[in-house]
């Protein structure tokens, strides 16, 4: 997904339900005191993948030949669950060319749980299934990358972090262009520091406006987004016009 549309979904649906993902940032292990932040974004070598225990589909390894997607969900996430069946049908499209694994994260379910609801997804899961290895790609994956929310998928090609986001987000056309290695990383790297940035400023100054029925405030805030990030003014602009539809009728 091109950022400015990654932009206005992230608009659009805080402006329509406020929510955007399930956070699971309460989950998430604290780090410890004195240790230093771990750091992983587009580009970057990926972080060693350590499984703990293989739910569905033979083991995989994770190295520096291949295309991997490294996707993370929960049973408790709705939206991971919607996403397993794109996940299968990328699977499926790129076999051989592409290893899909689903990595179950931040579970609150016993062990037994997780493998009787996998196992009960069927088709709908049509790839390698693996559990976290005490919390290791929570840790070195999800938080290094700072992504708070499931699902998140990582595409990890010959070694490198190629692209992170949702796995919704994630085409064909794109996963293909990333394994045969004619994807531009470090532009996809850079429209995504954009539109993490413009996503934070919403998200700071505009989302909790709306959460509080304030949209006057909110559209005030709107206003205020264009001065800092101009190439998104058209985008803006739309959503500061659906915002005014829902002003009280003088």
Known sequence: ??????LAAVLLAFAT???THLSAADTAPAAKAGEAAKTLKMGDAAPEFKAGSWLKGDPVKVDDKGTFIVECWATWCGPCIAAFPHLSELAKATEGKVS???VNVWERKKPDEVK???EGQGDKMSYH??????????ENWLKAAGQNGIPCAFVVSK????????????DQKLLTSIADGTADIAAMAKAKEKSEAAGNYFNQNVAPLLKNKDIAGAIAKLEE???EFPDDVKIIDGHIERLKGQLPKE
């Open 1 to 6: 997904m091109k950022a400015h549309n990654k």
């Open 17 to 19: 339900c406020g929510v």
């Open 100 to 102: 899909v694994i689903g």
């Open 116 to 118: 009787a609801f996998v």
């Open 129 to 138: 299934v693996a559990t976290d290895a005490d919390g290791h790609i929570a």
């Open 159 to 170: 070694g490198k972090v190629a692209w992170i986001g949702h796995p919704a987000s994630l």
């Open 225 to 227: 987004m264009k001065k």
